[in-house]
DNA sequence: ATGTAAACCAAACAATTGGTATGCCGAGGC
DNA sequence: GCCTCGGCATACCAATTGTTTGGTTTACAT
């Protein structure tokens, strides 16, 4: 169990930085503890001070953080083979909560077998330091959506991000993948009010850019929707070289 | 020269994390190289690979992002002692713009340098890495700051936040500091308009909330005006253990 | 089968925020 | 000295988005 947690991580870091079979070995040996959770679960609250980071096997999850007054404004959404929570190697409080959206597998790596390895292996810890990269450059890109996009642009560029990354692990077929979130969900990833987020949904059913059943989304008219994003996939930082 | 613009550095990092002698050490050998900026330069431009990191030693600068049609995001505001774009060390385009916001004194420093520094010095590499980690952690708060707070608290926000910043380097003097912007960069900012930017600080001006002349801010009532953001200052990390 | 809660949909209305136009003032160039 | 330009202020109007409310469907538990 422990070595399709670890492939499911050196199947994300192979695919953007160059690491040697050495590298990859170790990254086999770490102690991985799996753990399932439900959806809407809080895998690790804001406050607290994590002792392991979070590998994502199998299903979606979110970072969120509140305002005092109560409303809630969500950070990142993340797919299979993330380490949503690296930074608390380094960032010893949380300043914010890392929760399920979907039904989730989790592995969880002990701090200390992290940096071990990180001495051990500084390719490794080159390529994770990467990670938290490009984690903060797709906060940049999220601060633009929310900051200077229309809601209806926020939207698409949204489900046009999701697909983007889905397809790059795989899990999309041709142009369709399943993307399972509650509009409430939606509105507190985008900024906006839950009605808002409804209109915007049946405005883009009517254009015919994506289908919807309960919860599930999927993309129609995927070129459409790219276009009326302004999506640009730099911020991805997909390619390791160059 | 060189020595001061290493010195700055050293005391933004020891600031917030445990470094001995010999990381210290090896931080003054570094080889920079100092510069001077005009306001509102390029410093390094999005699309741009660059080859070196850049140390603020004086003035303030920021991290820019335009959308494709046309409009400006701000994604970050930095002071001296900063590294603002670290992340290039293991990113190699640049998915935005660095930029002067007033006359500056910088520092350049070679990535092979750091990338040296880094593999002889593991705790320095750290403490870098922790940096790029809370630069993470303010861009994750400018979002709830966009997606979820009126104009009034995102302003408010943004003021507290600066002079907290500011306060921790020994650049206030008890309530007062200068903090010189101009409105269209503090709607870049907020994701305003600027027009909105000026009513805003119309009313905490008839409030008694901030002074400002020309282009220089100074907070008046800094208790209310924090009560107004609802600033919480965990997710600055200003210190470096638990 | 029935009840309940959550998600979704829809309409009317309200509020915040944006756009445009205009005038003023101070800084700097010639 | 004068001109131009950028930044600031203010007014008016428009548009986007939020709020409130209520109704419908779906899922699931009893």
Redesign the pocket.
């Known amino acids: 169990m422990a070595s399709n947690l670890a492939s499911a991580l050196i199947t994300k870091l192979t695919a953007s930085n160059i690491l040697d079979g050495a590298d990859v070995q170790a990254l086999q040996q770490l102690p991985i503890k799996q753990r399932r959770l439900a959806a809407?679960q809080i895998i690790v609250a804001d406050g607290s001070q994590p002792q392991e980071c979070c590998l994502l096997e199998e299903g979606f999850a979110f970072r969120a953080k509140m305002t005092p007054d109560g409303h809630r404004q969500v950070l990142s959404l993340h797919i299979p083979g993330e380490i949503p929570d690296l930074q608390s190697l380094h960032l010893n409080v949380m300043d914010h909560d890392l929760l399920t959206l979907t039904p989730c597998s989790l592995g969880f790596i002990p701090h200390a077998a992290l940096r071990n390895l990180n001495r051990q292996r500084p390719k490794v810890a080159d390529a994770l330091w990467r990670e938290t990269l490009i984690d903060a450059a797709m906060f940049r890109e999220w601060i633009v959506n929310i900051g200077r996009?229309?809601?209806?642009e926020?939207m698409a560029h949204l489900f046009v991000e999701v697909h983007s990354r889905l397809r790059a692990i795989g899990r999309t077929t041709d142009g369709d993948f399943s993307f399972p979130?509650?509009?409430?969900?939606?509105?507190d990833c985008l900024?906006?009010?839950?009605?808002?987020?409804?209109?915007?949904?049946?405005s883009f059913?009517k254009q015919g850019l994506i289908r919807?059943e309960?919860?599930e989304y999927r993309i129609v008219d995927h070129s459409k929707l790219q276009e009326v994003a302004g999506f640009d996939p730099t911020y991805l930082h997909a390619h390791p070289g160059a």
Do not use: P
């Not at 509650?182 to 509105?187: E, F, I, K, R």
């Not at 900024?191 to 049946?202: A, E, F, K, M, T």
């Open positions: 809407q996009r229309s809601a209806t926020r979130i509650t509009q409430g969900d939606l509105a900024g906006l009010s839950v009605v808002h987020v409804n209109r915007v949904l049946q059913r919807a309960r919860s």
